[in-house]
């Protein structure tokens, strides 16, 4: 019997994650956070409104090196085209994004797994 594993929340139905990128571009990132709160946050330490976020360089399929952000405790290697769709959701659902206050280092972060299905949510509605 086949099976298939989906990722479910009451926002975005069922996604299928072979449709969840986890390792994301900043503009793909800082775009979701834009999405959810438009006018920026505020960092609740000093109350500037400047983040960063830590990128690793990684190959893409043609061998260039392209800036990625991976999920805290992941590492790129995880996201291998060996591995499989159901094993990336299973070590990357829990882990999370965290975004670094530029002013005073504070941390805030974002459930990978709800990241990633709501990236890949706004895909699909959007190829629809």
Not at 55 to 77: L, M, N, T
Request: with cysteine.
């Amino acid at each position: 019997m086949a099976s298939s594993s989906n990722f479910s929340s009451t926002e975005t139905g069922e996604i299928s994650v072979e449709k969840m990128q986890f390792s994301l571009t900043a503009k793909e990132l800082f775009g979701y956070l834009k999405s959810i709160r438009p006018e920026g946050y505020q960092c609740p330490v000093c109350l500037t409104n400047k983040w960063g976020v830590a990128q690793s360089a990684v190959e893409d399929a043609d061998g260039v090196k392209i800036q990625r952000i991976f999920p805290d405790e992941s590492h790129p290697s995880e996201f291998s085209k060996n591995a499989s769709a159901a094993d990336r959701v299973l070590k990357n659902a829990s882990r999370k994004y965290s975004f670094i206050c530029l002013n005073c280092a504070h941390i805030i972060s974002f459930n990978a797994g709800m990241v990633a299905a709501r990236i890949a949510h706004s895909k699909q509605e959007k190829a629809e």
